[in-house]
């Protein structure tokens, strides 16, 4: 949310890069839906879960507190088992407890993030 298209664009175009076709990534971007149309505001969220629902990990880019965010991590992990890893620029002790708790794995880099997957998702 309130993140720039191109820059929610940029980091998902490198992490497909770095994970070089190992995986199907579902992409939310792939919608042409636009935040805080009231037409369109549950059809996100609906979509947005069913992509949780659809995925076997999360890749979550904690860059800055986000409310969509936090709740599809919450979602995925404490109602659906999911595994869900982050990279963030902050340091542990100025990550949201809620982030913290849910994140299965927190990293400084989305490549760390990858590496993470790749080591222990080999399949």
Known sequence: MDESTGAA???REVAGKLFDGRFRL?????RKFVDRQVDSANEIVEFD?????DADILLVNYNKPSI???????????????????FSPFEYKDCSPWMARYCTKIVPSLEDAV?????????
């Open 49 to 53: 879960l069913q992509d949780v629902r």
């Open 115 to 123: 590496s993470y997957i790749t080591t222990h998702f080999p399949d």
């Open 26 to 30: 579902l992409d939310p971007m792939r």
């Open 68 to 86: 969509g965010t936090s709740m599809e991590v919450f979602y995925a992990a404490h109602d659906l088992g999911k595994f869900v890893v982050a």
């Open 9 to 11: 664009r940029e980091w």
